[in-house]
Structures are given as structure tokens and as C-alpha cells.
């Protein structure tokens, strides 16, 4: 077995925070074994909590190529992969029609489509596999994903049998949507990915947005924090805690005021029912009594 990509928990966490990526210490022991243990990690939390940006890291930090499977409703292994080249299949049996010669080798090399996983399997070691929001995909799709991630190998008909060397480091996301099933947990580590704390909200906001001031990042941190406890359809993630923070900055506001804070809302609620709910609780949201 090669040497762990990182000696210990504290080299890791010092790494990801170098790579502006701040963990609480949790996380960071779950990646620090998914990657020393060659296990898949499997992250689950709401929408913006930094669960996608783990793997993107991750791969920044380890020098590997990061492979992205984006899943969606209706995902299958012809997309996710490999496929079939048709359109350049057609053109190359309508060439050796036209000069009278036989069919090249049609599902050969040549025209294989390679998709995230197969590129994943063919990398190996040198890449971070992202499969994201797996919840979007169907069961069957995920079934399909468990036996991938149990060999790292697939025999393509056509060509043979193609296996991956060693496997590649896996980052699974969900936003829970729905349940995913247990025997793909039990592949996986597991970590929950909760909303910042908020010095930890502050101080990401000061590393990603390295302009806003100390005490407007406070105070920006500090209405979100609030504004997560209504009973708002979507709760902002740490990206619109940031563009909030960058937005009021930006316009020369160096206090959170209920003015400017009304006109920026759009930075950070993203929705009109919940912008009616927000403004509705404008001032405790803004932790002002006096008005
Ligand atoms: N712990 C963190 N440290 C630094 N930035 C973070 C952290 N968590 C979230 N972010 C920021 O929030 C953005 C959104 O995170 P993302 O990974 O896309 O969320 P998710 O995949 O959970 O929906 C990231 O691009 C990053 O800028
Ligand atoms: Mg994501």
C-alpha cells in the first residue's frame, strides 16, 4: 500500500484551510480516513453547505484530476459511462459505402464516448471521482453506481474488460432529497455537513471575500445565522452568505441596515415567498429592537 496522501488530521485540515476551504474537525477526520482508507466519502446536508467544494479541493489539493458526475432524474450508464459515438459511426459507414470498402471496426475504440466513469475507472489513483447529488438519480441508477464502485471495472462487450489500477478517490453528495439506499452507505464513510457555526461563517466569508471587513462579515454572518431559523422554503447556503456579504461591501455599506439590506436581499434569498417572510421579520433578522 502507498503512503497516505497526508500524515495526519492537522495536515489535512491545514491543507483544505490553505485551499480557503475551512472544516469543522469532523469533516475533517471523515476525509482524512475516506482518503487515507481508499473509502468512497459519502456527504449529505442541505444545498450550499460546501459538500460539492469538498471534492474540488481535494483535488486541487492532492493534484488530481477531478472527474464530475452530475446526476439527474433519468441518469443512466450510457451517460454516466461510456456510449456510443452513432453520428460518427454513420459518417464512417457512409465513407466506406461510397469507396466500396468494408466497415471498419465500429465499436471499436475509436468511437467509444467516454463518460465520467469510465474516465474515472481509466485515471484511477489520479483522480477525485465527484458523483453529485446522487439523490436526483433513480434507484436503479444507484444500484448500477454500487457495482461500479465495488470493482472499479467494467467489461465493455466490444473491447474487453478495462480495470482501474487502483481506485480513485470517490466524493458522493446528497442533499437528501431522499433516502439513499444502505448498501451504498455501507460502502461509504459517512459525515453530515451542517450550516456553519458562526465563526466559522466569519471566517469564510473573510477568507472567500477577503474585502468585506471584519465586523460586516459579523454582522452578515450573524442575520443569516437568524434568517435560517425562519420558515423560509430554501435557507441560504455559505455561497449566498459571502454574495450577500460582497454585495453590501461592494456598495460601500459598512454596517447591515435595514435600508440596504432590504435592496441586497437578492443576494442571499432567492426566492419571492421567502423574501416576504424574510422582510416580514426584517428586524429580528437585523437583531434591532429599537424599531
Ligand atoms: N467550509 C467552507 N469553507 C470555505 N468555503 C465554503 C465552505 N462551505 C461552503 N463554502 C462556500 O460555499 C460555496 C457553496 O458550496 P457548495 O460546495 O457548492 O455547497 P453544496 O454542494 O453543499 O450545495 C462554495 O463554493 C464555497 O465558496
Ligand atoms: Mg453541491
Known amino acids: 500500500m502507498s503512503a497516505p496522501p497526508f500524515a495526519s488530521v492537522e495536515e489535512l485540515e491545514s491543507s483544505l484551510r490553505a485551499h480557503s476551504y475551512l472544516p469543522d474537525r469532523g469533516l475533517a477526520v471523515a476525509i482524512y480516513l475516506a482518503v487515507s482508507l481508499d473509502r468512497p466519502l459519502l456527504l449529505e446536508g442541505e444545498a450550499g453547505v460546501g459538500k460539492t467544494e469538498v471534492a474540488k479541493v481535494l483535488a486541487e489539493m492532492t493534484g488530481r484530476k477531478l472527474i464530475r458526475l452530475q446526476c439527474y432524474e433519468g441518469i443512466d450508464s450510457n451517460q ?131 474585502g468585506v471587513r471584519e465586523s460586516l462579515a459579523r454582522e452578515v454572518a450573524t442575520a443569516v445565522e437568524r434568517l435560517r431559523t425562519l420558515e423560509v422554503a430554501k435557507r441560504p447556503g455559505v455561497a449566498e452568505t459571502i454574495d450577500w456579504a460582497n454585495a453590501l461591501s461592494f456598495l460601500g455599506a459598512d454596517k447591515l441596515e435595514s435600508e440596504t439590506a432590504l435592496e441586497t436581499l437578492g443576494a442571499v434569498v432567492k426566492d419571492h415567498e421567502d423574501q416576504q417572510v424574510v422582510t416580514a421579520h426584517l428586524q429580528e433578522v437585523l437583531g434591532d429592537d429599537s424599531a
Open 80 to 210: 454516466a459511462l461510456y456510449d456510443w459515438d452513432y453520428s460518427r459511426q454513420l459518417v464512417a459507414i457512409r465513407a466506406a459505402q461510397a469507396e466500396g470498402k468494408p466497415i471498419d471496426d465500429l465499436f471499436g475504440g475509436a468511437f467509444l464516448v467516454e463518460r465520467p466513469l469510465l474516465d474515472a475507472i481509466r485515471t484511477g489513483p489520479g483522480a477525485v471521482l465527484l458523483i453529485d447529488e446522487l439523490d436526483r438519480a433513480d434507484d436503479e441508477f444507484e444500484a448500477f453506481l454500487l457495482e461500479v464502485l465495488s470493482d472499479f471495472a467494467v467489461t465493455i462487450p466490444e473491447i474487453g474488460r478495462i480495470a482501474a489500477t487502483k481506485p480513485p478517490a470517490v466524493v458522493i453528495t446528497s442533499n437528501r432529497t431522499r433516502e439513499l439506499h444502505d448498501a451504498l452507505k455501507r460502502r461509504c464513510l459517512y459525515h453530515w455537513i451542517d450550516h456553519p457555526s458562526l465563526e466559522r461563517e466569519v471566517a469564510i466569508i473573510r477568507t472567500r471575500a477577503p
